[in-house]
């Protein structure tokens, strides 16, 4: 069930569509900062993939044709398993 005060969020307040950060709870926006920051230490590694998304579906939708941004989206998909 979605939030009614916010759809990226469900009935217990976690996050399950990021579209936008309007409207976040300071907490969730920590969440995302925090969990991104431990993603660094991937950049080192020699295989640069974690199981994050694995199993998952990941949909990309620009509204401008970008080669560079798409295939950099498609890159940090596969390097989380997607």
Same mark, same amino acid.
């Given at each position: 069930?979605? $939030?009614? #005060? /916010? *759809?990226?969020?469900? !009935?217990?307040?976690?996050?399950?569509?990021?579209? =936008?950060?309007?409207?976040? *709870? #300071?907490?969730?926006?920590?969440?995302?900062?925090?969990?991104?920051? =431990? &993603?660094?230490?991937? /950049?080192?590694?020699?295989?640069?993939?974690? *199981?994050?998304?694995?199993? !998952? $579906?990941? &949909? /990309?939708? &620009? &509204?401008?044709? $970008? +080669?560079? +941004? #798409?295939?950099?989206?498609?890159?940090?998909? !596969?390097?989380? =398993?997607?």
């Amino acid at each position: 069930m979605l $939030s009614k #005060r /916010n *759809p990226q969020l469900n !009935k217990h307040g976690e996050l399950i569509h990021l579209l =936008s950060i309007e409207g976040l *709870p #300071r907490a969730v926006i920590e969440q995302i900062l925090d969990t991104a920051g =431990s &993603f660094l230490s991937v /950049n080192d590694r020699e295989v640069k993939k974690v *199981p994050l998304l694995r199993g !998952k $579906s990941v &949909f /990309n939708l &620009f &509204f401008e044709n $970008s +080669t560079r +941004t #798409r295939t950099t989206f498609e890159i940090a998909a !596969k390097r989380l =398993s997607a």
